[in-house]
């Protein structure tokens, strides 16, 4: 059997698990067998051994330098996936307030996260997109919370939809918790502006089995004793993410990204030009077709990670699809939910990816348009 090799990979659109840097990979390759120092792989070390534990400590420095983390915010790597944090959030920030918490409802995964937390305590609606078919966010203004909210919840990227929070949605003086599970790292942030900051990493940030939690000291004196071991954000905190077996592999991987960021992409500041540059070719291509590709997201809130169109058919749609994938143009299936077209290009796809995508935009709206 032949070993498939790196110029056999496609142009990976997937949504998630997604596209990895290369060079991450290769490095991954090369220490799976044994990690240079340590006489043995990554996936049979103890999590307490002094070689994971150097992990875990380039893990946390690497987040706090790229995203200027302040002294007084926790990280911690949980389980459990985003999903979890859509329950954890209420039962560690909600329980025991006398407020409630207001949900900016922008799309799916903001929906599902609600839908969690009314399981817990009392939520308010503060916004929802649904009336335009969560093609646009809240502008400046719009946002009426209650002064004694426990906590202001949005998804700063909706991965399906396709739109995208610009700047920090203004919540007064309510702490700000984000679901950045789609656009984590894209961008520099100002984490002050936040109460809590959370991201699964198979969007863009690693592999799949491991969620970063950024959360304010001051929040972690509400979580009650009451809550299971493994649900209280504080026990994580305490025991620095080794309460439990944390996902150690999955762990590694994220430090090589971070790693891959600073040195090779040279910073978030330089990232977030790319990642600008990358969705306007995608963008420019949907605005010149005359009609023929129709973009889900009013222009201001197009999300840079998830570009999400229409064509004039579902069968044209079902073509592009398959087309793409002869052109090894990967992953471009809309989600079942809204259909169509999205190409997710994270933070790891090459410019090369989206230059050929847009390129075959062009040619097949020439043929079909
Ligand atoms: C993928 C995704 C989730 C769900 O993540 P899991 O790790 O599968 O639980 C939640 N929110 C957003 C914005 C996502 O893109």
């Not at 070390?45 to 534990?53: K, T, W």
Request: proline residues 5%.
């Amino acid at each position: 059997m032949s070993i498939a090799t790196a110029t056999e990979r496609v142009f990976n659109f997937s949504p998630g698990p997604a596209v990895l840097p290369l060079a991450v990979l290769e490095q991954a390759q090369r220490e799976l067998v044994c990690l240079p120092g340590y006489g043995m792989s990554i996936l049979e070390m103890s999590h307490r051994a002094p070689g994971f534990l150097d992990i875990l400590a380039s893990a946390k420095r690497l987040l706090r330098e790229l995203l200027a983390i302040p002294e007084n915010y926790h990280i911690v790597f949980l389980q459990g996936g985003s999903r979890l944090q859509f329950s954890m959030i209420p039962m560690n920030l909600l329980r025991g307030q006398s407020g409630s918490a207001e949900y900016l409802v922008t799309g799916s995964w903001s929906k599902m996260a609600v839908d969690e937390a009314k399981r817990e305590g009392k939520v308010n609606i503060t916004w929802d997109g649904k009336a335009t078919n969560f093609d646009r966010l809240p502008k400046a203004g719009e946002l009426k919370l209650a002064a004694d909210a426990a906590y202001a919840y949005f998804c700063s990227n909706e991965t399906i939809q396709g739109v995208q929070f610009a700047t920090e949605p203004h919540v007064g003086e309510v702490p700000l918790v984000c679901d950045a599970s789609s656009d984590f790292l894209h961008r520099p942030l100002p984490i002050e502006k936040y109460g809590l900051l959370y991201a699964c990493a198979q969007k863009n940030a690693g592999p799949a089995g491991v969620t970063v939690v950024i959360v304010r000291d001051d929040l972690l004196a509400r979580s009650q004793d009451s809550l299971p071991g493994y649900l209280n954000y504080t026990n994580h905190v305490k025991e620095d993410s080794l309460y439990n077996t944390p996902p150690t592999f999955a762990i590694y991987l994220m430090k090589l990204v971070l790693e891959w960021l600073k040195d090779e992409v040279g910073g978030l500041t330089r990232m977030h030009a790319i990642n600008q540059q990358k969705a306007r070719q995608l963008y420019d291509a949907i605005d010149e077709s005359g009609g023929f590709y129709r973009g889900h997201a009013q222009p201001e809130f197009r999300s840079l990670m998830n570009v999400t169109f229409r064509l004039p058919s579902e069968a044209l749609e079902k073509e592009f699809v398959k087309e793409g994938e002869d052109r090894r143009l990967d992953g471009l299936k809309g989600h079942r939910s809204v259909g169509g077209i999205r190409a997710s290009i994270y933070n790891a796809m090459p410019s090369a990816g989206v230059e050929a995508l847009a390129a075959f935009m062009r040619e097949f709206k020439q043929k079909k348009g």
